[in-house]
């Protein structure tokens, strides 16, 4: 009679290597931001003082120096209302796009998407002089109304080409099904197409969501100080020669960093889904 022993796993070096290159990145990418966090509650002296010790205390001022004395909260209620309706028009247009392209099979259809290509890949530095010589001769350069124009035209592009692809690995077949159930073209895409596609939705709108809510060029060129996002005004805080002005960036950088991580911690399974597959496989 045979007897079978439970031998001790074999130590794999080739996988804790892997795992410790792993940690290895992860303490890397993380150090600074878990940095400047401690010295966003610290003075001046205290955050860049040559000997390294956390026997200091902790300061809420400069918190309450950026969010309240320098009306922070108008930056953050700025950056939400652009970054709200830059989300909101480009996924409606590029969905309906997107879809509408991935049906498609003529050849005009690749040339929209060549044109729309070759616009996103135009430098936005590029564009600037154009678009601020034109809304200053208009009279709409330190708007909200400019600023999400811009930033949806530039994203528009990219969006349109992302749906796409999502919308392309969703048979055909979901659409026939629909609409022999008595379902138009819109209530079969909105209530069949849609909901199947909502990874993808989600990814696209995160890439979006990034592009509107960290945009600096645009931001500080076509608003002025009341009007800027934050990144715009953590970058005006920074540059500034007075020691409370930099600590109040660095908080600054924090506070933006924030919503950032709470996105993708809330987000995680729709955007790794969207990323893997997309959407059903025909």
Not at 80 to 91: A, K
Not at 197 to 221: E, H, K, R
């Amino acid at each position: 009679m045979l007897v079978k022993l439970n031998m001790p796993h074999q130590f794999n070096l080739s996988k804790f290597a892997l795992y410790l290159a792993l940690f290895a990145w992860l303490i890397l990418n993380c150090l600074p931001i878990l940095w400047m966090g401690v010295i966003s509650f610290r003075d001046y002296i205290d955050a860049f003082s040559p000997s390294l010790s956390f026997n200091v205390p902790l300061t809420f001022a400069n918190y309450s120096n950026l969010w309240i004395d320098n009306k922070f909260y108008q930056n953050f209620y700025n950056t939400c209302f652009v970054t709200f309706f830059v989300v909101l028009i480009s996924l409606s247009i590029g969905c309906l796009a997107g879809y509408g392209l991935s049906r498609y099979k003529g050849r005009i259809g690749f040339i929209l998407l060549l044109v729309a290509l070759a616009f996103r890949a135009i430098p936005h530095s590029t564009l600037l002089p154009s678009f601020f010589t034109m809304f200053d001769a208009l009279g709409i350069r330190n708007t909200s109304f400019t600023l999400i124009l811009v930033l949806v035209s530039i994203n528009q592009p990219f969006t349109i080409w992302m749906l796409r692809s999502f919308f392309i690995h969703i048979p055909t077949e979901l659409d026939e099904a629909a609409q022999m159930d008595g379902c138009s073209s819109f209530q079969a895409f909105f209530k069949v197409i849609v909901p199947v596609m909502w990874p993808g939705i989600v990814t696209t709108g995160l890439f979006s969501f990034l592009l509107a809510y960290n945009d600096f060029l645009l931001s500080s060129a076509l608003t002025n100080t009341e009007m800027m996002t934050m990144p715009a005004a953590i970058a005006n805080s920074i540059h500034a020669e007075s020691e409370s002005f930099l600590m109040q960036g660095i908080a600054g950088a924090v506070s933006i960093t924030i919503p950032l991580i709470l996105l993708i911690a809330i987000f995680q399974k729709q955007i790794v889904s969207g990323l893997t597959q997309g959407a059903v496989k025909g």
